[in-house]
C-alpha cells in the first residue's frame, strides 16, 4: 500500500507561481512513478504531469510545457509540482497518483491522494 497526501495549493492571482508536494508513505521503493492529475469542476481528471522512480524520466501534458516542473526527491518520499506563470485554466483540484507502471491515464494509477485545490485568478 502507499498513502498520498498533497499540499500547497491555494489562491493565486495569473502569472503567479505555487509549489505543490505530495508525500508518499508505505511501499515507497522500487519502480514507484508519480504523478499529478487535475480536475475542473464539471470536467473529467486529466493528466498533468509524471516522473519516474529516478527522476530521469518525466512527460507533461502539452499545455503546462515550459511552465511546469515535476521533480521528486526520494530521500524525503516527496514528489513536487512548481508551476509558473499561472493561468485562470490552470484552475483545478490537484491529485497526486502513484503506481507502478509508467502512464498518463487516471485509470491506471492505483493510489490517490486527496487533493489540492488551486484557484488562479484573472
Known amino acids: 500500500q502507499v498513502q498520498l497526501v498533497e499540499s500547497g495549493g491555494g489562491l493565486v492571482r495569473a502569472g503567479d507561481s505555487l509549489r505543490l508536494s505530495c508525500v508518499a508513505s508505505g511501499r515507497t521503493s522500487g519502480s514507484l512513478v508519480m504523478a499529478w492529475f487535475r480536475q475542473a469542476p464539471g470536467q473529467e481528471r486529466e493528466f498533468v504531469a509524471y516522473?519516474?522512480?529516478?527522476?530521469?524520466?518525466?512527460n507533461y501534458r502539452s499545455s503546462v510545457k515550459g511552465r511546469f516542473t515535476i521533480s521528486r526527491d526520494n530521500a524525503k518520499n516527496t514528489m513536487y509540482l512548481q508551476m509558473n506563470s499561472l493561468k485562470p485554466e490552470d484552475t483545478a483540484v490537484y491529485y497526486c497518483?502513484?503506481?507502478?507502471?509508467?502512464?498518463?491515464?487516471?485509470?491506471?494509477?492505483?493510489?490517490w491522494g486527496q487533493g489540492t485545490q488551486v484557484t488562479v485568478s484573472g
Open positions: 497518483a502513484a503506481d507502478f507502471k509508467i502512464s498518463d491515464s487516471p485509470g491506471l494509477f492505483y493510489y
Open positions: 516522473v519516474n522512480w529516478r527522476g530521469n524520466l518525466t
